[in-house]
């Protein structure tokens, strides 16, 4: 995320704190999947990153055809959730038994598949997504100056956690969903249909992803080492917050975009340190994570 | 994954006959490895690099099996370890002009002291957060050594490091590097039979199987998965020195998380918690990525490929299906 | 002096109480059973006793020693042993290597890499000797996962043995057993060493008023009442409890 250099006080941590904020959005849309995809499914999905990967570079396609960034940003995600579908019906069902080890593994292989797919597909140089012509340029509040895109993603990760919120806490699938964290094994005892939800949900938790990584091409460029460089942050975001918990993703998120940020303008040597002593400090003190309910 | 059982019936004639059996199989087994590595350098300088890079990563691989095959615990750091020694070599040898054997001797107890240190916080968790934690803790020296460029010469590494000489005759040449490296590799394979089959190695059998039994039964099982992280840093040690030797060369990739990754590939692939599964998986991982990227770009994709089959309808690997075929033909 | 004693034990999960304020001894040499409907907390008393579980407040004694903060493990060679309501062995191991791993852990030597397990004759002489003592005498080599149900609860209890302690939980040892396998268990827990002092949960109430010598009732986490059999099984708020299971 390029910082800018103007380490005039009030400017300078204005412009730090939307660029981490905006990269917590980004993380949020990554951490929600994950912990959605643990909580209720019991699921390590490994390959998270490769679908944040992928929304981007279909949108990629998409605005190549189209032109049209909106376009894509609406799109994108199909062929993305298609994929984790097929990948949950075909691959991970079999391995609900086997435990975590073995879907960690398992998922772990398909990034490999995926990166490469990538690269086979659009090559490894580092390509662009435009900013959409509304959302560039900046905005002024007085002396402080604020990319119009990193506002953009606040707001969308903001939106989206509401209305994600909203989701579970007041529909009736969201209700079937809480139900299914809790305990999948009684929800299938009362009618729900476990199976579907689990499809379900996995498309959900990837096509977050997806988008993610649609919204955050303008920012991040696209390549093919772009899955993992988000899911390392992500997957710390998880375990900081809480494995399952979306509360723990939304408030860790925040956290480490914003430490990760101020980290990397104030001790660029030492960038990633920060954020992974965060991690370490978290889980030495509370290992299940701010907010986690301990499932092993 | 099937245990080693140590308390072997020894009471009828029929055992002892099979006891006998298995005997002579395991020593003509020995045999034969010992003779094909005499060998081997036989076979050409390419041939013998290539194979005595398996074996080092043979030992890696064998190590790091310690933890998930035995002890039950994912790392996603093992390559810290391993790095560690190789630089100790290195450095040692550049800077203050020692030689490659002792560099391995203390490469071999840094990389447990720094197993040690780790593994002490690591295992105060399990599971996913253990996973990123260990990962964590190998990004950070890995960060380390891409910052340090003085010490550790960066991305670019450093190189002019002589090799010692073994009975009058230089490590540069290929046989003789190949035959410390065999060496190294049927040292740690021997040691780790004799700890599988030891009352240490029960203990970490029996944490694996089942962990809160362990507790109930009186053993302090937190204190055995710090002596088994710090074992197989130790060992993974061997492994980073022997490549210190082999190479004359290190750079900060030798730290990278992917070489932890390549690892647990290896390990996956080969068969966990059987001694020699892991070693095998070395030789299939390493042999498979020569060919493949002499054919394609895409080497990723295949064993991405492979390793998704494996898990899916080989997950006692290639050694334990072997083993099983084998179990299976038997009376 | 006691051998165990619970002392104003308490445990609570957010709003739920599964133990409450409950006070409890066991002496040497004394059988004493607990009982109590399905969800009382029985097991939960046992976890809190045995270190799986962690009491809100109160003391778990043993010989007027307070180990209520102590792990499982050093409670175990304090003198705790204990078999689980759902058999906790090693599947994948041999009956014999179960005992053994349970038999090293008193014995030492732990950090011995080097030397075969198989070379240790008196240990593995005494493997069979506490497998004797429960009567399973044949397929010894044989993996876990591969003995009836009966015989997997009477391995439950020898690995309890094995760590020769010197109080003994037993949770549930006849459940899912049929009366012939029952009586086994029945012959077995009266041969054990006499100077054990051994706390049972169980539900069949001909295995509790043949052998106990000490009765405790349990009733949603709190002591209903204690005392000999004859008083429990004519206490009224006993039989009204368990009305229609008693005598």
């Known amino acids: 995320m390029g910082a800018a250099r103007q380490h005039s006080g009030m400017g300078f941590v204005a412009t730090q704190l939307a660029n981490g904020l905006a990269y917590g959005a980004l993380l949020f849309l990554m951490s929600a999947g994950l912990s959605l995809i643990f909580g209720l499914m019991n699921v390590v999905n490994v390959a998270h990153g490769s679908f944040f990967m992928l929304g981007a570079f279909f949108a990629l396609a998409i605005v190549k055809w189209t032109g049209s960034f909106w376009l894509a940003l609406a799109v994108s995600w199909i062929p993305a959730v298609a994929i984790g579908v097929l990948l949950e019906r075909v691959f991970i069902r079999k391995l609900y038994a086997r435990g975590h080890l073995d879907q960690v593994l398992l998922t772990f292989g398909f990034t490999f598949v995926f990166v490469d797919l990538v690269r086979m597909i659009w090559g490894a140089d580092i390509r662009e997504l435009p900013v959409p012509e509304i959302l560039s340029g900046v905005i002024a509040f007085g002396d402080v100056v604020l990319p119009k895109y990193r506002l953009f993603l606040i707001a969308f990760g903001g939106a989206t956690a509401f209305l994600l919120w909203l989701f579970l806490e007041r529909s009736r699938v969201g209700a079937m969903v809480r139900a299914g964290v809790d305990d999948a094994f009684t929800a299938k005892g009362i009618g729900i249909n476990v199976p579907l939800l689990f499809a379900v949900i996995f498309g959900l938790g990837v096509g977050l992803a997806a988008i993610g990584g649609t919204v955050a091409g303008p920012i991040l460029g696209l390549y093919p080492g772009m899955d993992i460089e988000i899911l390392i942050p992500a997957f710390i975001v998880v375990v900081i917050g809480g494995m399952g918990s979306l509360r723990g993703a939304f408030v860790a998120s925040i956290f480490v975009g914003v430490v990760d940020t101020f980290g990397k303008a104030y001790f660029p040597d030492f960038a990633l340190f920060v954020v992974y002593l965060l991690m370490v400090v978290v889980l030495l003190t509370r290992p299940n994570g701010l907010f986690g309910v301990g499932k092993a | 994954m099937t245990a080693p059982d140590a308390t072997g019936a020894a009471s009828t004639a029929a055992s002892a006959a099979t006891a006998a059996g298995a005997r002579i199989r395991r020593a003509v087994a020995w045999l034969v490895l010992i003779a094909v590595l005499a060998l081997l350098p036989l076979s050409g300088s390419y041939a013998t690099g290539l194979a005595a890079e398996v074996l080092i990563f043979a030992i890696f691989a064998m190590s790091l099996d310690l933890l998930i095959g035995y002890t039950g615990l994912l790392s996603f750091g093992h390559a810290a370890f391993f790095g560690v020694a190789a630089y100790a070599v290195v450095i040692l040898g550049l800077n203050f002009g020692w030689s490659g054997w002792v560099g391995l001797l203390v490469g071999i107890v840094v990389s447990a002291a720094v197993a040690a240190v780790i593994g002490f916080f690591a295992i105060r968790v399990s599971g996913i957060p253990f996973l990123m934690l260990t990962m964590a803790f190998a990004q950070l020296l890995f960060s380390l050594s891409i910052k340090w460029r003085t010490v550790t010469g960066g991305t670019d590494g450093l190189s002019g490091f002589q090799r010692p000489t073994l009975f009058g005759i230089s490590l540069d040449n290929r046989a003789v590097q190949f035959y410390v490296v065999a060496v190294g590799f049927l040292f740690v394979l021997l040691f780790l039979r004799r700890l599988i089959a030891s009352p240490l190695g029960s203990i970490f059998i029996g944490i694996r199987e089942n962990e809160q039994r362990m507790r109930a039964a009186g053993y302090p099982v937190q204190r055995f998965k710090l002596v088994a992280f710090t074992l197989a840093g130790a060992l993974a040690g061997v492994g980073g020195g022997l490549y210190a030797l082999q190479n004359a060369y290190v750079s900060s990739d030798i730290l990278h998380w992917s070489l932890s990754g390549d690892a647990i590939i290896m390990v996956i692939l080969g068969g966990t918690g059987t001694i020699v599964g892991p070693a095998i998986g070395a030789a299939v991982f390493l042999l498979l990525k020569n060919v493949v990227s002499s054919h394609t770009e895409y080497w990723l994709l295949w064993v991405g490929i492979i390793f998704i089959l494996c898990v899916m309808f080989l997950p006692q690997g290639i050694w334990g299906w072997v083993r099983q075929r084998w179990a299976g033909t038997r009376a | ?247």
């Open chain 3, 1 to 247: 002096m006691s051998l165990l004693r619970l002392d104003a034990l308490n445990k609570a999960f957010g709003n739920l109480v599964v133990t409450k304020n409950v006070d409890l001894a066991v002496n040497e040499g004394e059988l004493h059973a607990l009982i109590g409907p399905n969800g009382a907390g029985k097991t939960s008393l046992v976890h809190q006793i045995a270190g799986q579980l962690q009491p809100s407040s109160g003391r778990v004694l043993l010989r007027e020693r307070d180990i209520t903060n102590e792990r499982p493990e050093v409670r175990c060679q304090l003198g705790i042993g204990r078999t689980f309501q759902k058999n906790n062995l090693f599947r994948a191991l041999s009956v014999r290597e179960n005992v053994r791993i349970a038999l090293q852990a008193k014995r030492g030597g732990w950090f011995e890499c080097l030397r075969s397990t198989a070379s240790d004759r008196a240990l593995l002489a005494e493997v069979d000797e506490v497998l004797a003592q429960v009567r399973l005498t044949e397929r010894l080599d044989r993996p876990v996962a591969s003995l009836s149900y009966g015989e997997q609860r009477q391995l439950e209890i020898a690995l309890a043995l094995a760590s020769k302690p010197a109080v003994l939980l037993l949770d549930e040892p006849t459940s899912g057993m049929s009366p012939a396998e029952t009586d086994g268990m029945m012959d077995l827990v009266r041969s054990l060493p006499r100077n054990l002092g051994i706390l049972m949960i169980e539900h069949d109430m001909n295995v509790v008023f043949s052998l106990a010598h000490t009765i405790t009732v349990l009733y949603y986490g709190e002591v209903l009442a204690s005392g000999a059999p004859a008083a429990i099984r004519d206490n009224p708020q006993v039989r009204s409890v368990y009305l229609g299971l008693g005598r």
